[in-house]
């Protein structure tokens, strides 16, 4: 198991992490009998989430190895290797089209929007779901080191602020009535640890942070945009 698989399931393994991915299938609305497309699917869980309440759900995901472990953990299911700006689906062809993590990993999340509104058949929703990666929040004995870590973590990603963007790309897209929540995910043990090693590896700013979870005074909290709107 890749390290970065490990560390996405630690983190939809926590409670709030769940309810957040309960709540984008709420959005979806009614479910049953419906094909529904998850982008960037990595292991699965969404997936196997979204055919247990009684959906056809289809996973696509750019990573290979992503798709290959969605595959032996969910042998049933239906995955495939794809590019969120190409789909290997039809037009019209799904009732639901949900991102969670995608678009900051894009130079043009515009297009990924638009190949949503490609696929989606009319009337269909369509939820976005992501972090905001220039606003995340470390508590630190040296706050300008940090923002300074954290405004170049964000700098490395295509798109770091596109979830704040959601709305307005859905708009731009022709989708209607959108619905914009956002929700925190907070993290205070040692997956906050595990995150913080992905933002840097600057040796003295970790071992603060490091020192902080041995005496339980570590706290990261990330925003999670949820956008949802109707095609």
């Known amino acids: 198991m890749s390290s970065l698989l490990a560390l996405l399931d630690a983190g939809d393994a926590q409670p709030a992490a769940g309810e957040l991915r309960a709540r984008s299938y709420d959005l979806l609305g009614d479910l049953t009998g419906r094909t529904v497309v998850d982008v960037g699917c990595g292991g699965g869980r969404a997936v196997a989430e979204l055919a247990g309440r009684g959906a056809r759900a289809i996973g696509v995901d750019l990573d290979p190895d992503m798709v290959a472990a969605a595959r032996e953990r969910l042998p049933a299911g239906e995955f495939h290797v794809g590019d ?52 995340i929040a470390i508590d630190s004995d040296d706050p300008a080191t940090t923002r300074r870590l954290v405004h170049a973590k964000a700098d490395a990603f ?74």
């Open 84 to 135: 969120a700006r190409a789909l290997p689906l039809g037009t019209g062809s799904v009732a639901g089209y949900r991102a969670d993590k995608v678009l900051h990993l894009l130079d043009d999340p515009a297009r990924a929007v638009a190949e949503a509104r490609r696929v989606l058949a009319p009337g269909g929703r369509v939820v976005l779901l992501g972090p905001d990666w220039d606003a």
């Open 158 to 231: 295509p798109s770091p602020r596109a979830a704040r963007g959601y709305r307005n790309l859905l708009l731009d897209a022709g989708f209607t009535d959108p619905v914009v929540e956002v929700r925190t995910s907070v993290f205070t043990d040692d997956l906050a640890l595990a995150l913080l090693r992905r933002i840097t590896d600057e040796e003295g700013w970790l071992a603060e942070q490091a020192e902080r979870a041995r005496a339980n005074r570590i706290l990261v909290a990330v925003p999670m945009f949820l956008v949802a709107a109707q095609g």
